[in-house]
């Protein structure tokens, strides 16, 4: 599998300004980091091998100001702030591939020419749409639309909560109020207890 990645996709990312770090492929914005990688399946054998990939838009900080801890030096798309399997923006769906002990050339060259395409087509346009903090905090905050609803975090998770750390970084104190007030307003159940304890300790105002 490394040398598909190697011929297929490290070149499609590596001109679009992606540094590989470990399997993790990272374009670094200065205040968001874009990061590709695949994520293997749990039941591969020495004779069978399914992976897919993922994208994320990792924000530092924002996840340790949420959770109120200390976050990994080193993330996968997966602990991205956005993330999504580039496969689920597409018409197509959910995108797997497998290879096994027995496949030949012709199996990484069609498998590689997939990845790439997927590369081009869905992953880079969703990278695009997240250059910096203010289009995340813009994202988190507006209405999911139809298209966008396989990007975690979910609606009605912890999305709002996200967006007023961001918000309030960026100054924007009433948007950060906004977000605050429509997040006390759920009456959905919540996924977790993770908002409740954010709420009681977070301030728009304080610095």
């Not at 990688?37 to 004779?47: K, M, P, V, W």
């Not at 100054?171 to 109020?177: A, I």
Request: proline share 5%; aromatic share 10%; hydrophobic share 35%.
């Amino acid at each position: 599998m490394s040398h598909i990645f190697k011929t297929w996709v490290t070149p499609a990312l590596h001109a679009a300004g992606f540094k590989k770090r470990g399997i993790v492929y990272v374009r670094d914005l200065g205040s968001v980091q874009h990061l590709f990688n695949h994520e293997s399946d749990h039941l591969n054998t020495a004779d069978k091998y399914s992976f897919t990939t993922n994208c994320g838009i990792h924000v530092p900080g924002v996840r340790g100001t949420f959770g109120n801890c200390v976050e990994p030096k080193a993330v996968d798309a997966a602990y991205g702030l956005l993330n999504v399997r580039p496969g689920m923006l597409t018409p197509t769906g959910d995108s797997w591939w497998e290879l096994t002990s027995s496949d030949g050339p012709e199996k990484d060259d069609e498998v590689g020419q997939e990845l790439r395409k997927l590369v081009e087509t869905a992953a880079l346009p969703f990278f695009d749409r997240f250059r910096d903090e203010r289009a995340v905090a813009e994202f988190l905050s507006q209405p999911r639309r139809k298209e966008d609803r396989h990007v975690m975090p979910f609606a009605d998770t912890f999305e709002l909560c996200y967006a007023a750390i961001l918000w309030k970084r960026l100054g924007c104190k009433d948007k950060c109020r906004e977000c605050i007030e429509r997040e006390r307003s759920k009456t959905k159940k919540r996924y977790s207890s993770l908002p409740e304890k954010f709420l009681a300790r977070f301030s728009c105002d304080d610095n």
